[in-house]
């Protein structure tokens, strides 16, 4: 198993190679209480946004203090390529944090909430404000525990106007969505860039309405399918970028 994955913002490490650095705080107490790591152990540091080191535990005091030692030179991990970022529509309860851990585990580089016409879930004022804090908050925890050094970026709920904007922008505008006038085409089909963007939007519980696939039409997108089966907004995202990370390579 690879070593277990901290953050450290920002990543300075005094004296290095061979520094030693101290993880004190939440992260802390989390190597120390809830991982209960043991001198000796390996550990790697991130700042969440490609740059990282490793190390090993010389000590764990107390409740929440880590002290790692040994610390490797600071690595710049590149940005991936293609970028996928998924606009998922509010699901209602806990979904939204269930569809943003599974997107973060298979490799989402950013998720982008959208307040679509259809959805039950309603993000306004402190609600919407907590909401979305836990939304980056499980990004963050699921960057760590899936290993990664680049963590999701999760972005301001949008509307409809601005998702139709970031689809204008991409080098490859995919909506999971099978009623488009002319049809819809096997995602596992599409040609994709090789560098760019890729905008792949996951439609609410309702389905994505008249008016706003007109509008994604109008910015160049194009209408996908998945299978025959239809997914839960919660699962559908992940599925497809799931299928996406494997036909770029990166998963390879």
């Known amino acids: 198993m690879t070593a277990p994955v901290f953050v450290l913002d920002p990543l300075v490490v005094p004296g290095f190679p061979g520094g030693e650095i101290v993880l004190d705080g939440p992260e802390g107490r989390h190597a120390v209480s809830v991982k209960r790591l043991q001198p000796g152990e390996p550990v790697i540091l991130t700042d969440g946004r490609g740059r990282w080191t490793e190390g090993v535990v ?18 710049e991990e590149p940005v991936p390529r293609p970028r996928i970022t998924v606009v998922q529509a509010l699901p209602k309860g806990d979904r939204g944090e269930v569809a943003v851990e599974t997107m973060t585990e298979v490799g989402v580089d950013a998720v982008v909430p959208w307040q679509a016409a259809r959805c039950i879930s309603q993000w306004r004022g402190e609600r919407g404000l907590k909401s979305l804090a836990k939304w980056r908050a499980t990004a963050r925890e699921a960057g760590k525990q899936s290993r ?17 904007a970031l689809l204008a922008r ?14 819809s085409e096997p995602l596992a089909g599409a040609r994709l860039p090789a560098e760019g963007e890729i905008v792949l939007v996951v439609g609410p519980e309702g389905g994505i309405a008249r008016d706003e696939v007109a509008l ?24 497809a970028a799931a299928l996406l990370l494997g036909r770029t390579g990166r998963w390879s």
Do not use: C, I, N
């Open 58 to 75: 010389r000590a764990a005091e107390g409740k929440d203090r880590l002290v790692v030692t040994d610390v490797a030179t600071v690595h």
């Open 170 to 183: 991409a080098d490859l505008a995919a909506v999971l969505h099978s009623d488009f006038e002319h049809g």
């Open 216 to 239: 994604f039409e109008e910015a160049g997108a194009k209408a996908y399918t998945l299978g025959p089966t239809v997914m839960r907004t919660s699962t559908a995202g992940t599925a």
């Open 148 to 164: 990664r050094v680049w963590f999701p970026e999760v972005g301001d709920a949008v509307s409809t106007r601005q998702v139709a």
